[in-house]
């Protein structure tokens, strides 16, 4: 018997995440959306360890409300409300940092509180961890239907910003054929972006 490996779209995600005992589902949502959390933690301040515990705390959070959550996109997005569980631990955490007796860390932590973002600047925050992860996810998908040289060219110009003449004497092709590769790549992907768009919404 084989064994559907398809990824799930974001509605059925849900649907499977009710049993808490579905671990490829919660393996597929923690690949999904740990790193954003973790992402954003970071950006928010949080040490390395810190942004990994948080990450947990937050799915923890999802395991246990997630049998309460209608998904219904009238009433906001799943990412939504991700955010919001998300924006509170840290603020929380940041908050018992800031109460909590410490030696040294007392100037550092209320220094991060007081620089924390405005609400809206956290939403941009979360909207570019979301769009970092999808695009992550996008090349993940559709390296394999390149030969290597091309996706090296593409990486190289688009990604770590190498000039044209640089990446064609690394890759050992023409600048033209650099520049037919980054097009041909960036056309793909931004099909690929879409299509997990319009799978995450079905």
């Given at each position: 018997?084989?064994?559907?490996?398809?990824?799930?779209?974001?509605?059925?995600?849900?649907?499977?995440?009710?049993?808490?005992?579905?671990?490829?589902?919660?393996?597929?949502?923690?690949?999904?959306?740990?790193?954003?959390?973790?992402?954003?933690?970071?950006?928010?301040?949080?040490?390395?360890?810190?942004?990994?515990?948080?990450?947990?705390?937050?799915?923890r959070s999802v395991m246990?409300?997630?049998?309460?959550?209608?998904?219904?996109?009238?009433?906001?997005?799943?990412?939504?409300?991700?955010?919001?569980?998300?924006?509170?631990?840290?603020?929380?955490?940041?908050?018992?940092?800031?109460?909590?007796?410490?030696?040294?860390?007392?100037?550092?932590?209320?220094?991060?509180?007081?620089?924390?973002?405005?609400?809206?600047?956290?939403?941009?925050?979360?909207?570019?961890?979301?769009?970092?992860?999808?695009?992550?996810?996008?090349?993940?998908?559709?390296?394999?239907?390149?030969?290597?040289?091309?996706?090296?060219?593409?990486?190289?110009?688009?990604?770590?910003?190498?000039?044209?003449?640089?990446?064609?004497?690394?890759?050992?092709?023409?600048?033209?054929?650099?520049?037919?590769?980054?097009?041909?790549?960036?056309?793909?992907?931004?099909?690929?972006?879409?299509?997990?768009?319009?799978?995450?919404?079905?």
């Open positions: 018997m084989s064994v559907d490996n398809s990824p799930l779209t974001r509605a059925s995600l849900l649907v499977q995440l009710r049993d808490g005992s579905n671990h490829r589902a919660w393996q597929e949502f923690l690949d999904l959306y740990g790193p954003m959390v973790y992402s954003f933690a970071r950006s928010r301040g949080l040490q390395d360890a810190d942004a990994a515990d948080l990450m947990q705390e937050v799915m246990n409300a997630i049998g309460r959550f209608d998904y219904d996109r009238q009433q906001g997005t799943f990412r939504g409300w991700l955010f919001t569980i998300t924006r509170n631990k840290v603020f929380n955490f940041l908050s018992a940092r800031r109460i909590r007796p410490q030696a040294s860390g007392d100037t550092a932590t209320n220094r991060l509180l007081d620089n924390q973002a405005a609400p809206n600047d956290d939403t941009d925050q979360w909207e570019l961890e979301y769009q970092r992860r999808l695009a992550a996810r996008a090349m993940d998908r559709v390296k394999g239907e390149f030969q290597e040289k091309t996706w090296q060219a593409f990486w190289l110009t688009a990604v770590d910003g190498v000039a044209a003449g640089e990446a064609a004497k690394q890759v050992g092709i023409s600048p033209g054929a650099v520049y037919v590769a980054k097009s041909r790549v960036l056309a793909r992907l931004k099909e690929e972006v879409e299509a997990i768009e319009r799978q995450e919404e079905a």
